[in-house]
Structure formats: structure tokens, C-alpha cells
């Protein structure tokens, strides 16, 4: 009948999983201001979460809303440059479309490569200023232990980056969908398995016109350090509305393509003689319902929590 939702304490981690009655013990001997205990209908106990995760003093709290504003801000007014100049940068799959880099094959940086100032100054300004509010922001993160308890059992309620995360803003190519390119728009979320230690990127088209619903890409992920993740790559999954060319008259056909990066990159490696890469991403910034990180490439992030897409 007792069910332990979060831990923050070493020690009342370990009292409360050897026997529940433990539980009281631990409420003993925390401070009352890092515990709270809730109850549920028929005095079922709801959890003990300890305080700490999303919370700071006043101070430093009204510096973090103040950033975390200002970022929300900059982002809502690179949006209206979008839509009222119509600016849109146009990304196509592989080298050819400006997706990835024609010499080390890896996700364009559209900032750093002058993409958004090139459509127009005006844009270039306002990405500019999101990547000024986010260094500032990422002062202020509430968060120091963005992976605790990754892929393991008391992932999904002890991890603070477990969910789903909606895209507000990125400076990266292979995430940057738009109805002026060839593949559309698209809606575009991540969702982190704390507890399988897996992310999947989720990428849903607006229009299936060319034959593609929806992409599902896998990996798995292992912490390797306070804040870095690495990753590497599994499958991508397909949900097709035509099969060379011709429709499914409205079924869906799901595929499978599994991704050989492991071996891959070790091959790379011996031949070249250097250390394989290793995608990853730093998390600068991450409270209960925005997070912020950057990839191996620069690339920046900034995600808002949402709902669990269809995987």
C-alpha cells in the first residue's frame, strides 16, 4: 500500500526501499521543509517527493523567472519575424538540401553558418538574441542532476528530463521543418525514457502529400557526466501513407530501418585513425516545464513539456 514516487535523499532512498515502514523514519529525519507527503482516497499513501528539484530561494527565483521569460520572449518575437516576413529557411534532406554538412556529414548550425541572417538581418537579430537569453538562462538552472536515476526503475519518477518535450526553438538543420521545403512542415518532440534509458525523436508531417506521416527515430543514452548524455543511434521507423509513389488508400504501412551506427563509426575509426564521435548533448537549463541543451555540433535546443505523442 506504500508507494514511493521520489527520492532526493541517499539515505532515505535506501531506508525506504527495504521496508515501508521505513518511510516514517525518513520523514524523521529530513528537514520538514524538503518533504512532502501526500495521501490518497482510502489513506492510501501517494508518495514522499523530497523538495529540491524545482525550487530555489527567492532570490535566485525571481532571476530564474526573469530569464526564463526573456528567453520565451525572444523566442515568440524570432516567431513573428518568421511569420510576418515569411522567412522561413528552407532545409531539404542530406547535403543537398542543407540538412547536414558537406564535410563532416553532421547537422548544419543554422546560426553559426549565417542561414538565418542570410534570409534576412532582421531574423538574424532575433535568433541572436535567443542564443544571448539562453547563455543568461542557463545561469539560472534549478536543476544540477538532470539524469538521476537513468534507466533504471526509478526513472520514470525520480528523473527530472523523463517526458515529452515539444521544440520551440532550434539552430539545427536536421530538426528544422518548413511548408517552403520539399519535405514540410512538420511538428517536432522528444520524448526521454528515464527508464529505458532510450530518446526518440518525433517528427510528424502536417501534410503526408510526399508519402510520409511520421518519423520515429531511436537511440539509447547513457549519462557521462552531471549534465552530458550520449547517444547513439538504433532505428528509424516510418509510418507511410504510399508505397512507391502509389497511396495505401488510406492505410498506414509501418517500417522499420535499423541504424548500424555503432559499427559504422568503429569502421570510420580504424581507418582514419581517430577517435570515433560521439553524439551527445549538454543539458544548460531544465525546471519542471522547460529545458534547454546543446548538441556536440552547438546546436541548440529549447523545449517546452508536453503530452506523450503516439510512438
Known amino acids: 500500500f506504500l508507494e514511493i514516487l521520489t527520492f532526493r535523499s541517499d539515505m532515505a532512498r535506501r531506508l525506504c526501499a527495504r521496508r515501508p515502514l521505513f518511510v516514517l523514519l525518513a520523514l524523521l529525519v529530513l ?18 517527493i523530497l523538495r ?12 530564474q523567472n526573469a530569464a526564463k521569460e526573456e528567453l520565451l520572449s525572444a523566442i515568440k518575437s524570432f516567431k513573428e519575424v518568421q511569420a510576418r516576413t515569411g522567412s522561413e529557411p528552407r532545409v531539404d534532406f ?11 556529414r ?31 538562462l542557463a545561469e539560472q538552472s534549478p536543476v544540477t542532476e538532470p539524469f538521476r536515476s537513468f534507466g533504471t526503475v526509478l526513472g520514470a519518477t525520480d528523473c527530472p528530463l523523463h517526458g515529452a518535450w515539444r521544440l520551440l526553438f532550434t539552430t539545427a538543420a536536421d530538426a528544422t521543418f518548413s511548408k517552403n521545403s520539399t519535405r514540410g512542415a512538420a511538428k517536432v518532440c522528444n520524448v526521454v525514457d528515464a527508464v529505458a534509458g532510450t530518446v526518440t525523436n518525433c517528427i510528424d508531417f502536417e501534410s503526408s502529400d510526399a508519402g510520409v506521416e511520421s ?3 531511436r ?25 512507391f509513389g502509389v497511396p495505401l488508400g488510406g492505410r498506414r504501412l ?22 570515433a564521435p560521439k553524439p551527445f548533448f549538454d543539458v ?15 546546436n541548440l535546443f529549447v523545449q517546452e513539456r508536453t503530452q506523450m505523442p503516439k510512438m
Open 52 to 63: 529540491g528539484d524545482f525550487e530555489t530561494g527567492p532570490a535566485s527565483n525571481a532571476a
Open 219 to 243: 537511440l539509447t543514452a547513457e549519462p557521462e557526466s552531471s549534465n552530458r548524455l550520449v547517444l547513439a543511434f538504433r532505428f528509424v521507423r516510418a509510418t507511410l501513407t504510399k508505397l
Open 215 to 217: 518519423l520515429r527515430v
Open 94 to 104: 542530406g547535403v543537398k538540401g542543407g540538412e547536414l554538412d558537406k564535410k563532416t
Open 106 to 136: 553532421a547537422p548544419r548550425n543554422l546560426a553559426a553558418d549565417g542561414v538565418f541572417r542570410s534570409i534576412s538581418p532582421e531574423l538574424g537579430d532575433a535568433a541572436d538574441r535567443v542564443l544571448s537569453c539562453a547563455d543568461r
Open 254 to 275: 509501418a517500417v522499420t530501418i535499423p541504424v548500424p551506427g555503432t559499427l559504422l563509426t568503429r569502421i570510420i575509426s580504424f581507418f582514419t585513425r581517430k577517435p
Open 31 to 48: 528537514p520538514p521543509d524538503r518533504v512532502l507527503v501526500g495521501f490518497k482516497a482510502k489513506r492510501e499513501f501517494s508518495g514522499v
Open 284 to 298: 544548460l537549463y531544465l525546471d519542471e516545464n522547460l529545458r534547454v541543451h546543446k548538441t556536440g555540433q552547438g
